[in-house]
C-alpha cells in the first residue's frame, strides 16, 4: 500500500484502515461509490433486499436549520420529542443560539454529522437524546459557546470516520450521558471551564487504532 500524501496519524502494524472512494472496494452489502467523473453512484443492496427496490440518496445537509448572528443570536428555541434521519451535513444546526433546548429527540442515519452548535451562543441545553448511527461527530460545541450543558444523552454506533462522539470546544457542563460502541473517542474536552461528571463510557475505538476514550 503506498500513500500519496503523509498520513495524518502514525500507521503500524495491526492498524485499522478505512479504504474509500474506488468502486474495486464495494465487497460487502450496502457499501456505495461515487464516481465523480462519470456521474454515476454504485451500490450494493443490503442482503435480502433487491436492486430492484427503492434506494434513497439524501442530498440536503441539514434536517433543520436556525441560524442567527452574533449580535443577533436565534434564541428561546425548545425543539422536543422529535425524530431527525437522513442529512449530507448534519441532522441539526444552531448557529449563533442563545438560551436554546434539544430535549428528548432521535437522531439517526445521518450521512455525516449529528448536532452542530456553530458561532457564538450561551446557555443551550441538550438533554435526554437518543443518538445513534452518524459516523461523523453526534454532538460539536464550538469555542464560542458558553454554559453549554449536555445531560442524560445516549450516544452508540457512532464515530466511523475517527471523529470523537462529542467534542467540547466551549464552557459548560457534560453530565450522566451514556457513550458506547464507538469508532473512535467518546470525548473530546478542549474548552475551558467544563464540568464533566457522571458520564458512563465504555467500548470505543471500534473501527479506529486505539487512543484514550476521553480527551482532553
Not at 471551564?193 to 484514550?212: D, L, P, R, S, Y
Request: aromatic share 6%; with cysteine.
Amino acid at each position: 500500500l503506498a500513500l500519496e500524501n503523509a498520513a495524518d496519524t502514525p500507521l503500524s502494524r495491526g492498524s485499522r484502515y478505512v479504504l474509500e472512494r474506488s468502486f474495486t472496494f464495494l465487497d460487502a452489502p450496502g457499501e456505495w461509490c461515487h464516481d465523480q467523473a462519470r456521474h454515476m453512484l454504485y451500490f450494493r443492496p443490503p442482503d435480502g433486499r433487491s436492486p430492484q427496490h427503492t434506494t434513497t440518496v439524501v442530498t440536503t445537509p441539514w434536517i433543520l436549520a436556525l441560524q442567527g448572528t452574533p449580535e443577533k443570536p436565534i434564541s428561546n428555541v425548545t425543539i422536543e420529542g422529535l425524530e431527525f434521519r437522513g442529512a449530507s451535513a448534519a441532522l441539526l444546526l444552531l448557529q449563533n443560539a442563545a438560551d436554546c433546548r434539544i430535549s428528548t429527540c432521535r437522531f439517526r442515519l445521518a450521512g455525516a454529522n449529528g448536532i452542530l452548535l456553530q458561532g457564538e451562543g450561551t446557555r443551550c441545553r441538550i438533554a435526554g437524546c437518543d443518538m445513534e448511527g452518524i459516523p461523523g461527530i453526534a454532538l460539536d460545541v464550538a469555542p464560542g459557546y458558553s454554559e453549554t450543558v449536555v445531560t442524560n444523552t445516549w450516544i452508540r454506533d457512532c464515530g466511523d470516520t475517527g471523529l470523537p462522539a462529542i467534542r467540547f470546544a466551549g464552557s459548560g457542563v457534560v453530565s450522566g450521558n451514556l457513550l458506547h460502541d464507538l469508532g473512535a473517542a467518546a470525548l473530546r474536552i478542549t474548552g475551558r471551564k467544563v464540568t464533566c461528571e457522571g458520564n458512563v463510557i465504555h467500548h470505543t475505538f471500534t473501527q479506529n487504532t486505539g487512543g484514550a476514550a476521553l480527551e482532553v
